[in-house]
Every structure is written in C-alpha cells, then in structure tokens.
C-alpha cells in the first residue's frame, strides 16, 4: 500500500543516514593532542559550566494531581546504595532534600541541587582527618597545619536519613546548573501543575505539609513570596513557552 511504501521509504533513509555518520567518524583524523587528551581521561568539550541532572518525577508521587499520569516514572529514579548499619536502601533526590538537616533548612531544592553534593564519609579525607563534633581546639590545630585552599563546609543528614552514617553533605566551590527532567507546562495551559512545579523548585520544605497546607497549588504559589533569583528563572521558563507558541504559530501559517 501507498502508506507501508512510505514507511519503507523512511527506514531506509534513515539507514542511509546512519551509514553515512559512520562512514565520516572512521574517516575523522585526530591530532596528537587530542589523543593525549583523551588518553589522561580529559574531556573532549568544553563548557562554560557544569550540568546536573534534577529529576522531579522522585517528587511528584508525594504530590500528586488529578490526572496526572508522570508518577509511574517515580518508580525508576530510586537508587540501591549501601546505608546505615550495612544495610542496603532505597535513595533518591527526594530523600537527600527533605533529610538534609536544619543547617540547610532554608535552601529551596534548585538551590540545593546546585550547591550541595553527596559524598561517602569514607572516600572524603577531609571528614576522615577530623571530626566536625571535635573540639574546637584541635580542630583549629588542624585547619593551622593544613595547606592551599580551605576544604569545603560540611553538614551532616538529619538523623532520619538512611545513610547519615555513611554519607555526608558537602558544599560546592562552583556551584553547578541544575538540569529539570519534566520541563514545567505553560501556566496558561495547566496552572495546577505549573504551580506545583514552581513551588517545588523554589519553596524551601522538609514536609509535604510545608509545601501545600491547604487549598490549590495555584493559591498557594500566588500566596508564596518568591526571590528575586527565582522571580527570574519563573519568567525565563513562561518567555520559554511563549516562544514555543509563536513558532508553533509561524511552523502553521508556512504550511
């Protein structure tokens, strides 16, 4: 049939293409320096800066929405690590934020993705040289012997944690950009869920009660007094939608 022809037709444009990409990669001639490079494990690009990866789909089952069929994805984004008392547990970001102790209280979670990280108390030689519960007087005598750059603060869990025993929180010296696997729809479109997302990223809680006591997620995003920081990566994300439209728009009136 005239459909099953075009099909075929595509598949074999697309094998075209695939053998044509591999034909230029065998043929690609590297200098020197670029295999030295890659040989000492250096990266092959460069980036004015460091992407992570903030997965929402870990949080939307403890929020859900009606209709809102993202929460069976939640199941793919805990990982099995080992944590207290030899014990392996189930962890995700979801876990880490709302255990991550009263000193980081009051960082929202874009901010905490983006300036806090997670290291195992046994690979981290500045947690093993010394203890923050130490006294201060040996714990000044060792920041006196040590040499270069300062180590970064460290903060530990909350004591619910599954790994307080074994992992540690670190502050970053650069801090990192963090990458959102579920984009926020258009407010226009779906308010509910644009304002859940919102507020997930920007609203600093510990508890599902502290992000949504009561009523919508639109009212309570028009209650919560955002950051001026935050006022901007809000607008950036609606000018972004707005953008999509138009050139949905202009992509309709060229056909």
């Known amino acids: 049939t005239e459909s099953s022809t075009s099909?075929?037709?595509m598949t074999k444009s697309k094998q075209m293409v695939v053998k044509c990409l591999n034909r230029l990669s065998s043929?690609?001639?590297?200098?020197?320096?670029h295999?030295?490079?890659?040989?000492l494990g250096f990266n092959d690009n460069y980036k004015s800066h460091t992407f992570r990866p903030l997965n929402l789909?870990?949080?939307?089952?403890?929020?859900?929405?009606?209709g809102d069929s993202e929460t069976d994805e939640a199941q793919n984004t805990a990982q099995i690590q080992w944590g207290n008392d030899d014990k392996l547990v189930l962890v995700n970001t979801m876990t880490d934020y709302v255990h991550r102790g009263e000193e980081l209280k009051s960082m929202c979670l874009y901010d905490y993705v983006a300036n806090v990280e997670k290291a195992t108390k046994i690979n981290d030689k500045q947690c093993c040289r010394f203890d923050n519960k130490?006294?201060?007087?040996?714990?000044?005598?060792?920041n006196s012997l040590q040499r270069g750059r300062p180590p970064n603060k460290r903060i530990?869990?909350?004591?619910?944690?599954?790994?307080?025993?074994?992992?540690i929180q670190k502050l970053r010296s650069i801090p990192v950009i963090p990458v959102l696997s579920s984009f926020p729809p258009n407010k226009e479109t779906n308010t509910e869920k644009f304002s859940r997302d919102m507020l997930l990223l920007f609203k600093p809680f510990m508890s599902?009660?502290?992000?949504?006591?009561?009523?919508?997620?639109?009212e309570q995003y028009n209650m919560f007094s955002f950051s001026e920081k935050h006022r901007?990566?809000?607008?950036?994300?609606q000018e972004m939608h707005m953008g999509m439209k138009e050139k949905q728009r202009k992509d309709a009136c060229r056909k």
Not at 232 to 237: E, G, L
Request: glycine content about 4%; overall charge negative.
């Open 57 to 66: 789909y870990s949080f939307y089952p403890f929020f859900p929405l009606e």
């Open 208 to 218: 599902i009660e502290d992000l949504c006591p009561s009523g919508t997620w639109e």
């Open 134 to 142: 130490s006294n201060t007087s040996t714990s000044n005598q060792v």
């Open 156 to 167: 530990e869990f909350g004591q619910q944690h599954p790994q307080v025993k074994t992992h």
């Open 35 to 39: 295999v030295a490079s890659l040989l």
């Open 7 to 9: 099909l075929d037709a």
């Open 232 to 237: 901007k990566y809000v607008r950036s994300i």
């Open 27 to 33: 043929e690609i001639e590297m200098s020197g320096s």
